[in-house]
């Protein structure tokens, strides 16, 4: 074993933020349907399975969702408190759009499609019950974090409900994207 000391470094006293979600891991009695749903939505594919745990990815982190097995478990009441959803961005509407279309077809349908202001953005529910949220940004970043600051969004910080069949329509018949990311008036 090397003793030597290269160079004393000293540990920051700062507080540090994560550079990067890596992953979330779902415990289910019914691993299969979970693992075959998440891949259908995040267009994704399994880097390792066994009987216990699978593993999958749709970019270049090792996993970015896996799939502990645990017979036995059960649905917690939907009265009970926990994790709400998670999000995932898209780059634009036009590819929001043609992944609900993809998913339809798949007889995955959202459960509450809903503009925010900040956001335009598509909720699922996977098999187990958990709820995932497609969404595209209407802004840059800071214009997003600026639009908490107006009054419709303190009237109403939840959004307005839209249609995404007619969405998919207005956006393939041409109305310009800004309008359709626009939030509309209640």
């Given at each position: 074993?090397?003793s030597?000391?290269?160079?004393?470094?000293?540990?920051?006293?700062?507080p540090?933020s994560?550079g990067?979600f890596?992953?979330?891991?779902?415990r289910?009695?019914?691993r299969e349907?979970?693992?075959q749903?998440?891949?259908?939505?995040l267009n994704?594919?399994?880097?390792?399975?066994n009987?216990?745990?699978?593993?999958?990815?749709?970019?270049?982190?090792?996993h970015?969702v896996a799939?502990?097995?645990i017979p036995?478990?059960k649905?917690a009441?939907?009265?009970?408190?926990?994790?709400?959803?998670?999000?995932y961005?898209?780059?634009?509407?036009g590819?929001?759009?043609?992944?609900?279309?993809?998913?339809?077809?798949?007889?995955?349908?959202?459960?509450?499609?809903?503009?925010?202001?900040p956001?335009?953005s598509m909720?699922?529910?996977?098999?187990?019950?958990?709820?995932v949220?497609?969404?595209?940004?209407a802004f840059d970043k800071?214009?997003a974090?600026?639009y908490?600051d107006?009054?419709?969004?303190?009237?109403?910080p939840?959004g307005?409900?839209?249609?995404p069949d007619k969405?998919?329509?207005?956006?393939e018949a041409g109305?310009p994207e800004?309008?359709l990311?626009?939030?509309?008036?209640?």
């Amino acid at each position: 074993m090397d003793s030597r000391i290269d160079k004393v470094r000293l540990l920051d006293t700062k507080p540090v933020s994560p550079g990067l979600f890596a992953h979330f891991v779902l415990r289910t009695a019914n691993r299969e349907p979970l693992k075959q749903w998440y891949m259908t939505v995040l267009n994704a594919r399994c880097v390792f399975e066994n009987e216990y745990i699978a593993f999958i990815t749709y970019d270049d982190e090792h996993h970015r969702v896996a799939f502990v097995q645990i017979p036995g478990l059960k649905k917690a009441p939907d009265d009970s408190w926990g994790l709400a959803h998670v999000a995932y961005t898209l780059a634009d509407l036009g590819q929001l759009l043609s992944t609900y279309r993809r998913l339809k077809a798949e007889g995955i349908v959202p459960v509450r499609t809903i503009n925010h202001g900040p956001t335009v953005s598509m909720y699922y529910k996977d098999p187990d019950g958990n709820q995932v949220e497609l969404q595209v940004d209407a802004f840059d970043k800071a214009g997003a974090a600026s639009y908490f600051d107006t009054e419709p969004f303190r009237k109403n910080p939840i959004g307005v409900l839209f249609d995404p069949d007619k969405m998919a329509a207005d956006y393939e018949a041409g109305v310009p994207e800004a309008n359709l990311l626009r939030r509309p008036a209640e």
